[in-house]
């Protein structure tokens, strides 16, 4: 009666417990999508709210940055677009969704005589 190792293993019962709670691999999936959902999902969500209140709320004498780095002063606003000065006489009329940052009027002149 020779019995190898390979099957003595095979036949032998698991530990109870083994592997605790964390074995369970659909526990460990819902464990990272958490994870996920606090270190990537939530913060872009948050990002993208606040620079959807910051587009909308944008007014005519607003110093903006454009998504393709361009730097303006707005002088008209429309629904879905706004007309920004690039330069004298150079008016370009842009999607709201290129602004990507805003600088204030009253930012821009509080900074120049600081």
Do not use: C, W
Not at 34 to 63: T, W
Not at 78 to 83: A, F, H, Q, W, Y
């Amino acid at each position: 009666m020779f019995i190898s190792l390979s099957s003595f293993l095979a036949q032998a019962p698991a530990a109870p417990g083994a592997g605790g709670i964390l074995g369970n691999p659909m526990i460990m999936m819902v464990l990272m999508f958490v994870m996920m959902y606090f270190l990537l999902i939530r913060p872009q969500r948050l990002r993208q709210k606040e620079l959807e209140k910051l587009i909308s709320s944008v007014k005519v004498g607003d110093h903006v940055i454009l998504s393709g780095g361009e730097h303006g002063i707005i002088t008209s606003t429309k629904d879905k677009t706004v007309m920004i000065k690039l330069a004298d006489n150079v008016k370009v009329e842009y999607e709201r969704s290129a602004i990507t940052s805003v600088s204030k009027k009253t930012d821009v002149v509080e900074a120049t005589t600081a």
